[in-house]
């Protein structure tokens, strides 16, 4: 296999990237400078080599925590459960989550074989019992039927144990028009309405 086929056959590993897109994205580092193409294997091996789970949260981390984990600022009542470590940082560009994060790493899908076993929904539960200052737990998954299934799944095992569980708003986007908003999209929207 050629050098070329072997780093297009890389890239189209991964997500939402075709072949056709890989085999542009070599021949776009092949037309610029050996330094651009060497800038970006170094900056992958040093994600390889510097990155790992945070050992409390599961999000991405080059130390042994976070930056949300170990700031003493973070209110450590609320705690957001997400599916994916990426998705931390889209809540944190909102500005407006103050307090911890739980990575679950993915969301139940039966289909799939993936269960709760597969998911860190053991040590989402070391986090939030006896003696532990979580008040509230933001169920953050997505809105799909799996993530729907993985909120319900948590929600009947968070909630004996005293803790409020609450779920991310649902409804319409901001500036989109209600001829094309989805029945589904627009039922929650309708169940979630709140006083003006």
Do not use: W
């Amino acid at each position: 296999m050629s050098a070329i086929d072997q780093l297009t056959q890389e890239f189209s590993r991964l997500p939402g990237v075709g072949t056709k897109t890989a085999l542009r994205l070599v021949y776009h580092l092949m037309k610029g400078s050996s330094d651009e193409a060497r800038r970006l294997a170094a900056a992958i091996r040093e994600v390889a080599d510097t990155i790992r789970p945070c050992g409390r949260c599961g999000t991405f981390a080059e130390a042994e925590l976070c930056e949300v984990c170990s700031n003493p600022r973070r209110d450590e009542s609320i705690l957001c459960v997400v599916e994916e470590a990426y998705e931390v940082a889209a809540i944190e560009r909102t500005g407006q989550f103050r307090g911890r994060y739980h990575v679950l790493g993915g969301h139940l899908s039966p289909l799939d074989g993936i269960g709760p076993d597969e998911l860190r929904v053991g040590p989402l539960l070391e986090r939030v019992g006896p003696g532990v200052p979580v008040s509230e737990i933001v169920l953050a998954t997505s809105s799909g039927v799996e993530g729907e299934a993985t909120a319900v799944y948590l929600e009947g095992l968070l909630r004996p144990l005293g803790v409020r569980v609450t779920r991310l708003a649902r409804g319409i986007p901001v500036g989109s028009d209600l001829e094309y908003v989805d029945g589904s999209t627009l039922a929650e929207a309708l169940a979630g309405r709140r006083e003006m």
